[in-house]
């Protein structure tokens, strides 16, 4: 007996050293390692699972607990490396409704393996030493019960350790007074509902602080029981709330730029990928020249969420967030009304309604998500266009097909440009990564074009491979634009039209330190807000509305401006982007709860304000993050509970 308990103590520490050493490790490498008390409470947490596993394995014989703890280490190495190559791509954390999206996942399965590194081996150090450890003996798996009260004890333990966990999160809610009584710290908290601590552990509405605070065992444990909790109110005391949230928003004032294009068409092209550095003056003349022409948003963000194209369209088509615990929240809140969409807003305007896109339903249901829930009139897909004819669209999740925009402009204008009037979605995919020599779009002659101007540059210059094939299936989206353009002028409708453009996110696809050395204009290094700066432009034949706009914008915005623009009869209240054009210092949100504009910034991963202004205080800013914070929970209600639906 004391021989098996020596057994148990040596299991016990090995797991328990595994736990920790993940839970720093991905710390170091992904959040911030800070010796604080949120990493006593993550030790604490990590002793209680440690206990809770043992009381566990120590119910079987040698053999079975040996298979068990060599699969568990495994899977836990796996679950912390899952986590930090998932939030290379998209910035966030996946929870068990993301993860249930397994073929989508499949489909990028070789990218996944283009972004391993190195240092990704230091995840499977427990798998090694585990190893090592029963190859010279060191630990047993000899460590079955001996008597009866000892499952008891050790239940016991893990129990108490666990509840000890829980009493060191916070039931206080952190909402600070003014400092003094200037204007600028008043923030309107009505009906705030308030957020502790807690409220954070049993709701995981931030994904970022919630691993910050608990570790990612924990996260992941919450995660999985988020799918049994019950909600704590009825479905009428929630509608009661959302009810008194809306009607207590603030009004759209009229500004300036109030039916500017009122009358006028509109083409608005959500590019994939286009980055601040695609457009070159060289290999993207027509980009170029509209930039240097026409109004430029330098300030114009498009936060990357949690299904990057999809949730940036919804973004823009719906003025909502997406929400980060269902799969997709295009095919989620597919039968839900919503009263403020584009289509919508122009059609009651008499205009005709369209949008393309060049590839197919495979990832996202647009076909029926643009239609019947955003309103379009038509929506045209590849397939609908006829650009997939001869590839098997069932084969796609061994082979991504990238379709050319140009091909799709092509097929797409004589579907429009003869309506009296049109509003016209593009969302393009020439741009998708991975940007090497075997995408359909670095064809030979865009190619060629990047090596004649690469061969201009100083032979100093050294272009990673990815940015040279990414400029080359940028070359593409040029000719695209172009084509549009001309086809607008020679129908005598490119002064009635007026063309948004703007990037449905960053190209993450390229490395951030690729991005941060290749590009030294928008992308402030090391920056993980300012990596997200991407072009947005508006080409009319205003000149009231033109040159460099510095106000800052995010693709939640995109809806409320446009509607201001276009005079769309739209109800601001129930939007949660503003008018771009109209409101004094926007704010630009980002997934993870940090938030920048021109007078100040916040970062949620190290917790730190940045003021522009002294005008602004740090109690302005604690109470501004608690207002996001609500309205995104209350974003959230109102898409759970179709809430427009049943106000209509």
Do not use: C
């Amino acid at each position: 007996m004391k021989k098996k308990n020596i057994n148990a103590i040596t299991l016990f520490s090995f797991l328990l050293f595994s736990i920790i050493y993940l839970e720093f490790l991905f710390k170091i490498r992904v959040l911030s390692l800070h010796f604080d008390f949120d990493l006593f409470r993550i030790s604490i947490f990590s002793i209680s699972y440690a206990i809770l596993i043992m009381f566990i394995l120590m119910f079987f014989k040698r053999k079975a607990v040996k298979i068990t703890i060599f699969t568990l280490t495994g899977i836990l190495s796996f679950l912390y490396l899952n986590q930090e190559v998932y939030s290379s791509f998209v910035e966030g954390f996946y929870s068990v409704t993301v993860a249930g999206d397994f073929t989508a996942g499949l489909s990028f399965f070789s990218d996944y393996l283009t972004s391993l590194k190195f240092g990704h081996i230091f995840y499977f150090f427990p798998m090694i030493s585990l190893y090592v450890l029963n190859r010279y003996k060191v630990i047993s798996f000899d460590v079955e019960y001996s008597l009866l009260k000892q499952p008891l004890v050790i239940l016991g333990a893990g129990f108490l350790v666990f509840f000890l966990s829980l009493q060191t999160i916070s039931e206080d809610v952190e909402i600070q007074g003014t400092s003094d009584n200037s204007e600028v710290d008043l923030i309107s908290i009505g009906n705030l509902l308030s957020y502790s601590d807690m409220d954070l552990y049993t709701y995981m509405y931030n994904s970022t602080q919630a691993l910050k605070k608990f570790g990612l065992l924990t996260y992941t444990q919450r995660d999985f029981f988020s799918m049994f909790r019950t909600d704590p109110l009825s479905e009428e005391a929630y509608k009661v709330l959302v009810d008194d949230y809306y009607d207590n928003r603030d009004e759209h004032n009229d500004n300036l730029y109030t039916d500017l294009f009122k009358g006028k068409n509109l083409i608005m092209i959500m590019a994939e990928s286009l980055d601040t550095f695609a457009i070159n003056e060289e290999l993207t003349p027509t980009l170029w020249a509209l930039k240097n022409d026409s109004a430029y948003f330098e300030n114009f963000y498009s936060p990357l969420y949690y299904r990057s194209t999809a949730d940036s369209e919804f973004l823009v088509q719906t003025s909502m967030y997406p929400d980060k615990n269902v799969t997709l929240s295009m095919e989620a809140y597919i039968d839900n009304y919503l009263p403020n969409t584009l289509p919508k807003m122009f059609e009651e305007q008499g205009y005709s309604t369209f949008s393309f896109h060049n590839y197919t339903d495979y990832f996202y249901p647009r076909s029926d998500f643009h239609i019947n829930t955003l309103g379009y009139n038509q929506f045209w897909g590849s397939e609908e266009l006829g650009m997939t004819a001869g590839f098997d669209p069932n084969r796609i999740i061994f082979n991504h097909h990238w379709e050319s925009d140009l091909e799709m402009m092509k097929l797409s204008v004589d579907k429009f440009i003869d309506e009296d009037q049109f509003f016209v979605n593009y969302i393009t995919v020439s741009g998708h990564f991975d940007y090497s020599q075997s995408h359909e779009i670095a064809t030979e002659e865009n190619v060629a074009k990047v090596q004649e101007y690469v061969d201009t540059l100083d032979p100093s210059v050294e272009i990673p491979d990815d940015i040279f094939y990414y400029l080359a299936v940028h070359v593409e989206v040029d000719k695209a634009i172009k084509y549009l353009m001309d086809e607008l002028a020679a129908k005598g409708k490119l002064d009635d039209t007026v063309i948004m453009i703007f990037g449905d996110h960053y190209a993450y696809g390229i490395g951030n330190d690729d991005i941060w050395a290749y590009e030294d204009e928008y992308k402030i290094d090391d920056d993980e807000m300012d990596i997200h700066n991407v072009p947005m432009m508006i080409i009319s034949d205003s000149t009231f509305l033109d040159g460099t706009i510095s106000n800052y914008m995010s693709t939640v915005d995109v809806m409320p401006t446009i509607a201001n623009l276009f005079g769309l009869n739209m109800d601001y209240k129930l939007a949660f982007g503003n008018d771009g054009l109209g409101v004094d210092g926007n704010v630009v949100r980002f997934a993870d709860g940090s938030f920048i504009s021109s007078e100040f910034s916040y970062n949620a991963l190290s917790e730190e304000y940045i003021i522009f202004d002294e005008s602004v205080s740090e109690t302005f800013l604690f109470n501004l993050n608690h207002k996001y914070l609500n309205d995104y929970m209350y974003n959230l209600l109102t898409l759970e509970y179709d809430f427009f639906n049943k106000k209509k």
